[in-house]
């Protein structure tokens, strides 16, 4: 619905744009020549933007860090209380050293990282999507799929993760590696 009225508002400013032909030799960078030369921002451009939107760096990275705080300790309640039993048995079973305080800063900003990529997500593909609960349930869906699933995969391919211990996993949407244990 969103997307709709924002095409048509830009189908009907394009149509007005061609009929005064303010707009005809856009470059690649947004600007192109006036009558004497002068170098300016499309007016073209300008409107498509603001009818789009931009996306605010500000705002994505506040709500990134926090997101990424609560990635981090929702993934240490699952690795360090849920888990811990089965981390424990899978690390002395497979002779795995017991990760330290750097490691375990390493995973904090993995999981910073994460929330960054989930929040931007939503704001890169909010102008298409519209506002709302559908939209930020794609993007953390996108983020969940790719950076929890795919990584999952791999250890319950190589037999490292045993089915029950990959679902919990992937159900909680964590995940670091198979040498997790802070």
Known sequence: MARQVVDQAL????????????????SSSGTHSGREG?????????????LRGKINLGRVVLGGLVA????????YVINNIVLAEQWHSLT?????????????VA???????????????????????????????????????TAYVLNDLAPLIFGTFGLT???IQI??????SLWRRS
């Open 38 to 50: 002068h170098i300016w921002q499309s007016p073209c451009l300008i409107e498509e933007e603001r």
């Open 107 to 145: 995973f904090d900003i993995i999981g910073l990282i994460i929330g960054l990529a989930a929040v931007w997500t939503y704001a890169a593909i909010r102008p298409r999507f519209g506002a709302g609960p559908r939209t930020a349930v794609i993007a953390g869906l996108l983020t969940w799929i």
């Open 11 to 26: 189908g009907a400013h394009r149509a007005c744009v061609d009929r005064d032909k303010t707009c005809e030799r856009v």
């Open 92 to 104: 002395a079973a497979k002779k795995m050293p017991t990760l330290g305080i750097p490691e375990a």
């Open 165 to 167: 211990m990959f679902s």
């Open 171 to 176: 159900a909680a949407g964590s995940s670091r």
């Open 68 to 75: 990424g705080v609560i990635v981090d300790v929702v993934e």
